[in-house]
């Protein structure tokens, strides 16, 4: 049986007189297009002129590279082309009014793990589209201050080993791979879904004197390993790229943190809740997983500012779960035991 094309799936999802669907789907098609874009100038490497060193910071103070302007630059132009009333960046202050009638925005993280550039590790582009509500030309910044329960559809382009979209509709999240044979998307995996029960857990480790007790006592067990109250083996994986860490848990399993800490700055942790948990929850919970701020589920956190920040917890919903509980009720988790612990919530 032959993989269905990207373009098959945007058609069947489009069905017959749905102008909001026709608008998502060219959406889709006009991000494909970019990305394609994007990944052959990654694909040049220090070669080329986009790979030159940081130029400074953006607006909400993270070191901006030549290449985060030049796939915002890209993800803009290519959005002139698409139904798109108002674009918002990470990389820019303000979003941009495209087109005041159109009934779409569109929030993106041109560049996400930007940082890992020059090693060779995987980056991406995060995007989340909404519904263009109120006064796009009046108050440009009103549809990205929406819930995540109202997107209308969320993905990333992973550029990888593979070109890969990770898409959901708002029916399951689907994967997609190009074929350099073909010259377009050609769906790999249908429907993911992520196993509730996780046996690897994501985070910087290097920050565990910064986190909150809650944090320290979920990772400390987990470490305990097979001898401690989890009474199984986890691994620990870090690759400081958002994308690359949430498809490794659509392909196998496993926990995303990052929390905030006592750091100046990371009280409220530091991935965007528009731009990148937002989208990223979408995709998770469309797979089956969940996804929280330690507590509260994030699809549910209304942004009160634009590049607003927040800590993030997603992948394996039992996982989740009890990381929630680690925060606000330790005492219900059974299989812990002064056994266990060299320290508790409650005490030092």
């Not at 990944?39 to 060193?53: E, P, V, Y």
């Not at 108002?86 to 202050?93: G, I, T």
């Not at 948990?277 to 997983?289: D, K, R, S, T, V």
Request: with cysteine; glycine share 8%; net charge negative.
């Amino acid at each position: 049986m032959t993989a269905a094309t990207l373009d098959a799936v945007l058609n069947s999802y489009v069905g017959s007189g749905h102008a909001r669907r026709a608008a998502i789907a060219a959406t889709v098609h006009e991000l494909a297009q970019a990305a394609t874009k994007i990944r052959s100038t990654i694909n040049q490497g220090a070669l080329g002129k986009a790979f030159a060193a940081p130029r400074g910071a953006n607006t909400d103070g993270d070191v901006q590279r030549d290449l985060d302007i030049f796939a915002d630059d890209i993800l803009l132009d290519a959005m002139r082309h698409a139904p798109i009333g108002l674009y918002a960046s990470e990389e820019l202050d303000q979003p941009v009014l495209l087109d005041k009638d159109a009934e779409l925005a569109i929030a993106v993280d041109p560049l996400d793990g930007s940082s890992n550039i020059d090693t060779n590790v995987s980056i991406g582009t995060i995007f989340s589209l909404l519904p263009a509500t109120g006064a796009p030309d009046q108050n440009p910044a009103a549809p990205f201050l929406q819930a995540g329960t109202n997107q209308l559809a969320a993905g990333f382009f992973i550029y990888g080993p593979q070109l890969a979209l990770v898409l959901t509709l708002g029916s399951g999240t689907h994967v997609f791979v190009q074929s350099t044979r073909l010259g377009t998307f050609v769906q790999a995996y249908e429907s993911r879904i992520v196993p509730a029960r996780a046996h690897e857990f994501a985070i910087n480790a290097a920050n565990y004197r910064h986190w909150d007790e809650a944090v320290r006592l979920y990772v400390d067990d987990c470490m305990k390993g097979s001898e401690g109250p989890r009474e199984r083996d986890f691994n620990m994986r870090w690759i400081a790229s958002l994308v690359a860490d949430c498809y490794r848990i659509l392909m196998r399993g496993g926990v995303f943190l990052y929390p905030g800490d006592q750091r100046r700055g990371y009280g409220n942790g530091r991935l965007r809740l528009v731009y990148e948990a937002n989208p990223i929850a979408y995709l998770i919970e469309q797979a089956g997983g969940a996804a929280t701020d330690t507590v509260d589920r994030i699809l549910e956190i209304p942004p009160q500012s634009l590049h607003q920040r927040v800590p993030l917890v997603f992948g394996s919903s039992r996982e989740v779960a009890r990381i929630a509980r680690y925060h606000t009720d330790p005492s219900s988790i059974g299989e812990r035991s002064p056994l266990f612990g060299n320290r508790g919530l409650f005490r030092a």
